[in-house]
């Protein structure tokens, strides 16, 4: 009986599954397409990828004949992406799937170029070429196979912008030839001249932008020519901005890097990587990324030893192999939130330090070890050489909390950016030769004075041993704008308030100077610095920025576009001053107070006419304007100045803002049926008031004086080839043109007329190089089924350049540079030449390896032919104590390996 039922209820359930079989069957559907190239050849192999809103994957790969099926699909939209190596994913959103229905969702695969990249460097999505000025975007896995890890790195690949090493962490970033010198650590009142930006929160700091690290970069957008309009002060002859991925609703992805590499002549580096995103429900996500870098260090320091009598002699068992090793950790969160279709709110959090253990800094003269010394030993310095007495450690923590909302009103579009930034900033130099030029040059004083140890301190928040709860800077910035499109009119109108807090400050602890020396190192009525600290002071910034600003583009036909936007301005800055220090206090030993306040408005327009000539081509004219904010200079070391010196540098209390009217015209344009694009500029840019950074001869000082008028007049072009999916070809190169056009005069008691520190009509701008180009080419194949090779060469090469305004008047030093008192004087030489020109260098990179979908291990070697490049020129006190160059990193051979799942 049992038997009978269990077989009675098998049968009806059977008869019930066959009944709804079809019924079932019906109530999905499927999504068909084929998958071709540019050509019209099919593409087997490729994984075409359906995605449901509720973040479900369903995965088919190509047949033979390019065709796939994806079956078993509840009724929805669905978005289907198409992914082959060696062509950019393409993604069709919106697909609706009927029940019992079939969606067909072709694919037509194009060669990468990356002028199809979109952007948004007008505030708003376009893709490169649509944009109507000079724009290079480069994505992050480009950047990697050309062997690019830093900014620097950035701006070898791309024409028109460059970046000047000076020392861990410390760069100077320049546009179109604009360019007004090296910017000291000691010059914190310095504003920039290149902004830059972390999606969409400014982080340049003057000297100390953040060398960000590209882990998780989607792309970086180089936007060259004034941007003031939409980015405000800052960016006044172009921006940068690092485009970060964000959270992916409904998609779960882990992604990681690893890395090892050796430096010829120095030591190892490598990198750890790891991020995920992770869906949080249906209407929020998580994206997260962490990131360690291992330095390898290349610069060595000789050993040395104090005798009994204080003296010093070479020692080798105690030179200092690798001494500019360091690391670089950190990470960064956001969630995205989007509670309705029309909202999202996506907060963020980035932290990061970077940690060096010293300068890539090589001496070619110093006071203190030098080959021409008779009363010290007599050392001859290696091509990656320095003399240091103590360590030169770099610690920078950098903090950075975002929160971007954006809300679709319908007729327009609302977008909130809230950023706080935090910058704990310690730089350690050794100043030995410095101070010793002045104990032992200057006051006479001997040997066992002159060479104690004299670590200088410059901090922006702790770390200075005197003041360890100085407080780091702070940047707090709030952008609300509303943009739209009604027709034929797309427009964008906001607002943007900063405030920046900064407390900055110097040490110069000489121990033992006093009771060895008998020269008390501060007055009696010094009360600021501490005891034997020759030099101290305190500053304090307080910066408010506020500006309106608006743009518009007006399509008046199908050919014809006008852009015109303004921006207005005000800005205010107080600052407080003290210094004190036998090197640092006034005429009567008194601590040197000088508070100082400035304060600008103005405009910053912009207008552009767009002609569409065709389809493929466009050309684009362009007037607009930049700006940048003016500051207030320090006082001259009063104690260390000339009297002439006094005269000429003195009495220059503030400098004003530096302005630029840029006119340009460009063309961009699609070839060879879509396989190629050119994209070309020439500029004329007129300099007002440029902010020249002068050094205060014997002062030791370094001041800012404003120049009246500079040009700078040249040309961009990218031209990038793709012909087949097999092999694509990139050069990025530009010229410039950067000269003054005023000269600065003093007069001296007796009447002789001078030029000031080079300033002439005719010099060349600092810091940039007339001509500069970079080549690149990648060749990848088939090597099997998913499976791609490829092969990448890159060629860098950049011309020759000035570090400061008047280096162009430096080359020869008379030596001992301060007679009979110099430290270990009498000399064997009457004259040390050296070139203040940094000489032209080129640099080839190469990347050879392999990738499927999942992963990508390569191998790589950077700097091939193991050019010695000399990045930047520097100097103590006018060249008389050192003179020495930043330089590059040695030849390195590494490899990587990349996963994504």
Not at 561 to 579: C, M
Request: aromatic share 10%; net charge neutral; hydrophobic share 35%.
């Amino acid at each position: 009986m049992v038997s009978s039922s269990i077989r009675s209820f098998r049968l009806a359930a059977a008869a019930a599954l066959l009944a709804t079989a079809p019924a079932f069957a019906q109530s999905t559907g499927q999504v068909t397409g084929v998958v071709k190239d540019g050509t019209g050849a099919l593409l087997p192999d490729t994984t075409v990828t359906v995605t449901g809103a509720d973040g479900a994957k369903h995965e088919a790969s190509t047949s033979a004949d390019g065709s796939y099926t994806v079956s078993g699909l509840p009724p929805g939209n669905y978005s289907v992406s198409a992914a082959h190596s060696g062509f950019p994913t393409v993604l069709q959103q919106s697909q609706a799937v009927a029940a019992g229905g079939t969606r067909t969702v072709d694919f037509t695969l194009e060669t990468n170029l990356s002028e199809e990249i979109t952007v948004t460097a007008m505030k708003r999505e376009d893709v490169v070429r649509k944009v109507p000025f000079s724009l290079t975007a480069t994505s992050e896995e480009t950047l990697r196979v050309r062997g690019a890890r830093d900014i620097e790195d950035v701006a070898a690949n791309v024409g028109g912008f460059t970046v000047q090493n000076l020392g861990p962490g410390q760069s100077q970033i320049a546009m179109r030839g604009v360019s007004s010198g090296q910017i000291a650590r000691d010059q914190p009142g310095v504003k920039e001249q290149v902004g830059v930006y972390l999606d969409e929160s400014l982080v340049s700091m003057s000297l100390f932008t953040p060398n960000l690290d590209l882990f998780d970069t989607n792309r970086v957008e180089v936007l060259r020519g004034p941007q003031g309009t939409l980015f405000g002060a800052g960016s006044e002859s172009g921006t940068v901005r690092y485009i970060t991925n964000q959270p992916k609703l409904g998609t779960t992805q882990w992604f990681g890097e690893l890395d090892g590499s050796a430096i010829q002549h120095g030591s190892q580096g490598g990198n750890v990587k790891l991020g995920f995103n992770a869906p949080l429900g249906e209407i929020a996500a998580v994206r997260a990324s962490a990131y360690f870098n291992a330095l390898g260090g290349y610069i060595d320091s000789p050993g040395i030893k104090t005798l009994a009598n204080g003296s010093i002699e070479p020692d080798p068992t105690t030179t200092q192999k690798h001494v500019n090793t360091g690391k670089r950790f950190g990470g960064r969160i956001a969630v995205k939130f989007a509670p309705t279709d029309r909202l999202t709110i996506t907060p963020r959090f980035l932290y990061q330090k970077i940690e060096m253990d010293g300068w890539n800094r090589i001496d070619a003269y110093n006071i203190l070890t030098n080959p021409f010394t008779t009363n010290r030993p007599a050392v001859a310095l290696g091509d990656r050489e320095q003399f240091i007495q103590v360590r030169e450690p770099y610690t920078d923590k950098w903090y950075l909390g975002d929160l971007n909302i954006n809300y679709d009103l319908g007729v327009a579009e609302l977008t909130s950016i809230t950023s706080y930034n935090v910058r704990d900033i310690l730089v350690v130099r050794d100043a030995g030769a410095l101070t010793s030029s002045i104990t032992g040059g200057s006051i006479g004083q001997p040997e066992p004075v002159y060479s104690l140890n004299a670590p200088l301190y410059d901090a922006t928040g702790g770390g200075d041993p005197a003041v360890p709860n100085r407080k780091p800077a702070t940047t707090f910035t709030q952008e609300l704008r509303l943009s739209g499109t009604q027709n034929r009119f797309r427009w964008v109108l906001g607002g943007f308030y900063a405030h920046l807090n900064r407390d900055y400050g110097q040490d110069l602890p000489v121990t033992g100077f006093t009771a060895i020396s008998g020269i008390p190192s501060r007055s009696s009525i010094d009360t600021l610095a501490p005891p034997d600290s020759l030099f101290f002071s305190k500053l304090s910034y307080k910066l408010d920025q506020f500006a309106a600003f608006g743009e518009g583009t007006v399509a008046l036909t199908d050919q014809w576009d006008v852009i015109a936007g303004l921006r207005y301005y005000h800005f205010k800055e107080d600052k407080q001053q003290l210094f004190g220090g036998i090197f640092g206090e006034g005429a009567n030993g008194e601590v040197v107070s000088q508070p100082g306040n400035t304060k600008a408005d103005g405009v910053a327009p912009r207008l552009i006419v767009s002609y569409k000539i065709a389809d493929t081509t466009k050309i684009n004219a362009q007037v607009s304007r930049g700006f940048r904010l003016g500051g207030i200079n320090d006082p001259l070391n009063f104690s260390l100045c000339t009297p002439q010196d006094r005269t000429t540098f003195g009495g220059h209390t503030n400098w004003n803002d530096e302005t630029v009217w840029n006119y340009e015209l460009g063309a961009k344009s699609k070839i060879l049926g879509g396989k190629a694009s050119v994209d070309v500029s020439v500029f004329y840019m007129d300099i007002h008031d440029l902010q020249a950074t002068v050094t205060a001869g014997s002062c030791s000082s370094r001041v800012i004086f404003n120049v009246p008028k500079a040009r700078s007049m040249g040309v961009d072009a990218e031209i990038e080839v793709a012909p087949t999916r097999n092999f694509n070809f990139t050069l990025s190169g530009s010229y410039d043109d950067a000269k003054l056009q005023s000269t600065l005069t003093s007069t001296a008691p007796d009447g002789t007329v001078s030029i000031v520190s080079g300033i002439q009509d005719g010099a060349r701008l600092p810091s940039v190089p007339k001509f500069k180009f970079a080549v690149a080419a990648t060749y990848q194949w088939e090597a099997r089924a998913g499976y791609l090779a490829y092969v990448t060469a890159v060629n860098q090469y950049v011309g020759s350049r000035f570090t400061q305004v008047g280096d162009q008047d430096l080359g020869t030093l008379s030596i001992p540079a301060f007679g009979a008192t110099t430290p270990g004087s009498p000399y064997t030489a009457s004259v040390f030449t050296y070139n203040p020109e940094m000489p032209a260098y080129d640099i080839v990179n190469a990347r050879i390896g392999v990738k499927q979908e999942k992963w990508d291990l390569s191998l790589y070697g950077n700097n091939l032919t193991d050019q010695r490049a000399l990045l930047a020129l520097d100097q103590e006190r006018g060249t008389r104590a050192r003179i020495g160059y930043l330089t590059n990193q040695p030849r390195t051979f590494g490899t990587s390996l990349r996963v994504n799942f």
